[in-house]
């Protein structure tokens, strides 16, 4: 079974810009977390999907937003980008089924620096 | 509330000794917590997970310590190896509660030298 994939895996853009970045999670699983991963606030949640509605948001201003399509496959935008935007995202997918407790599995993540 | 406190921030172990991360949460609402390893330029990939009913978990090398009264727990890494070079994060759920969102420890980072 593939894994998650993440697109594009690096990225670079130039503040007040916006991004769009691609998670496509294992095969069946329903569940999709976004992370933001930096040197400074370590690994904090975005937000997380299930069957197209966001289910949980973290404490993050609203230029960050995300979706998730029919088919699980999610995205996330930031608009206006700032420097401080600048780190690794990572998405992770579970199979959230009957109930059952699920490891996440993450993907590699896109480095994104905002120059 | 929502912190989970990870101890040390660095760890330095010669090959064949053992590795000892601790982390420490507030909230008793959590209810599962795994451990992730991550390789520089790779994601998290999970390493261990334990829940609060049991006080202790076993998987080759590694070994979850949990202190439900303390609401502590730890990661031993045992017969340390070049290998397991690599930085570890704690983290915590509350997945009763239908989320899958983790609140991750600050990680630490082990080098183990041969």
């Known amino acids: 079974k593939a894994g998650v994939t993440q697109t594009p895996r690096y990225l670079i853009k130039t503040r007040g810009q916006q991004v769009t970045l691609s998670c496509s999670p294992i095969?069946?699983?329903?569940?999709v977390s976004w992370y933001q991963q930096t040197p400074g606030q370590g690994l904090q949640f975005l937000f997380e999907?299930?069957?197209?509605?966001?289910?949980n948001k973290g404490n993050f201003p609203g230029r960050f937003s995300g979706r998730q399509f029919s088919n699980s496959r999610s995205e996330m935008n930031v608009s206006t980008l700032e420097l401080g935007d600048s780190a690794l995202y990572l998405c992770?997918?579970?199979?959230?089924?009957?109930?059952?407790?699920?490891?996440?599995?993450f993907g590699p993540g896109t480095r994104l620096l905002v120059l | 509330q929502q912190q989970v406190k990870q101890s040390p921030q660095s760890l330095i172990v010669q090959k064949g000794g053992i590795s000892i991360i601790n982390c420490a949460y507030e909230?008793?609402?959590?209810?599962?917590f795994p451990w992730y390893q991550q390789f520089p330029g790779k994601g998290p990939a999970l390493l261990i997970a334990i829940r609060p009913d049991v006080s202790e978990k076993k998987e080759g090398r590694f070994t979850i310590s949990f202190n439900k009264s303390a609401k502590q727990f730890s990661l031993h890494i045992m017969d340390s190896q070049p290998g397991d070079s690599a930085t570890y994060f704690c983290a915590a759920t509350e997945f009763s509660y239908n989320t899958d969102k983790l609140i991750f420890g600050t990680g630490t980072r082990l080098q183990v030298f041969p």
């Open positions: 999907y299930f069957s197209e509605t966001q289910r």
């Open positions: 992770a997918s579970s199979p959230r089924m009957d109930g059952s407790q699920e490891t996440q599995y």
């Open positions: 909230n008793t609402a959590f209810d599962y």
């Open positions: 095969s069946g699983h329903r569940s």
